[in-house]
């Protein structure tokens, strides 16, 4: 697409979570400092909250990465599941053979067993569940549970729960304070600052290999600011079409304009630029994305 262009060797605005593109910024190295320091001190539940969008999956897997080799990590990236099935998922992540259709007990057994050796091979095991907003009341229940499980030093199982702010209000229930009260640690994501977003963009273009000039206009970094709220992934998604419009345009350089009319297409951002403009540039915009297509396929 446009990366010979700009002198790119990837693409620098993909919105997979991609822990090499992790951006150091002072509520991302702190929430990551958080989950260090929780895991460390073997606390049993830590929980991480944060917009859609303020980057909590590549946190996540940034956490898992720096962790030493002490740790057996699980992770669970859609925890909306019952008790028993999350309980097979947690089984199949510590590699733990079942028979087919074993019971809730001998599921649970199992689970105990396989904890108890790797507690005596000196390793601590971390389940981390994102979108934890979605786990089932009773799902969230039957995890307290599995925090009851502990030596005379330690516990045996510590739970990070990566969630948006809705995970809050769940938390909240009555019926669930016993879980409530073990959460010991916790952090919540905040969206970059305009000086972090600036940073943030250029970060991400140095790792995708770009060695020019100033790519983004100071005006464009305002516009990608105001259009995205500081938020990571609706920065990325808007930063990518600002950068096929300008390359579009035949531009070395990222306006405003551009940045104003990627956002307009861009259902959760926060246009600001004249319809007739926008009409014209997003006309170019696809007539290019559909050449560079067409050249593929041939």
């Given at each position: 697409m446009y990366r010979s262009h700009f002198g790119l060797h990837e693409l620098p605005f993909g919105i997979t979570p991609d822990t090499s593109y992790f951006f150091a910024c002072s509520t991302a190295q702190e929430a990551l400092n958080t989950l260090l320091v929780a895991a460390n001190n073997g606390e049993g539940f830590i929980k991480i909250t944060g917009e859609v969008g303020t980057g909590k999956?590549?946190?996540?897997?940034?956490?898992m990465a720096a962790l030493g080799p002490e740790f057996v990590t699980a992770y669970i990236p859609n925890p909306l599941l019952e008790p028993r099935t999350l309980m097979l998922a947690l089984a199949d992540e510590l590699d733990i053979a079942l028979e087919k259709d074993v019971d809730q007990h001998q599921l649970l057994k199992s689970i105990n067993h396989r904890l108890l050796v790797l507690a005596r091979e000196e390793k601590r095991v971390l389940l981390c569940l994102?979108?934890?907003q979605a786990i089932p009341i009773e799902s969230l229940e039957a995890l307290r549970l599995l925090t009851n499980l502990e030596t005379e030093k330690r516990k045996l199982?510590?739970?990070?729960?990566?969630?948006?702010p809705e995970l809050d209000a769940v938390l909240e229930q009555d019926k669930i304070r016993q879980l409530m009260?073990?959460?010991?640690f916790h952090y919540r994501l905040?969206?970059?600052t305009r000086d972090d977003l600036e940073f943030y963009v250029s970060h991400r273009l140095r790792v995708a290999?770009?060695?020019?000039?100033r790519l983004f206009e100071q005006a464009a970094i305002g516009a990608l600011y105001r259009a995205s709220g500081g938020l990571p992934r609706l920065a990325n998604i808007?930063?990518?079409k600002a950068l096929m419009l300008a390359f579009g345009e035949g531009r070395q350089q990222v306006s405003a304009a551009?940045?104003?009319?990627?956002?307009?297409?861009?259902?959760?951002?926060?246009?600001?630029?004249n319809t007739r403009y926008a009409a014209a540039a997003l006309f170019v915009c696809a007539t290019v994305a559909a050449g560079t297509a067409w050249v593929f396929l041939q």
């Open positions: 999956t590549l946190l996540c897997r940034k956490f994102d979108e934890a199982l510590q739970i990070v729960l990566f969630g948006q009260q073990r959460i010991t905040r969206p970059l290999g770009y060695t020019g000039a808007v930063a990518h551009h940045i104003s009319v990627a956002a307009k297409d861009t259902g959760a951002a926060r246009p600001g630029l």
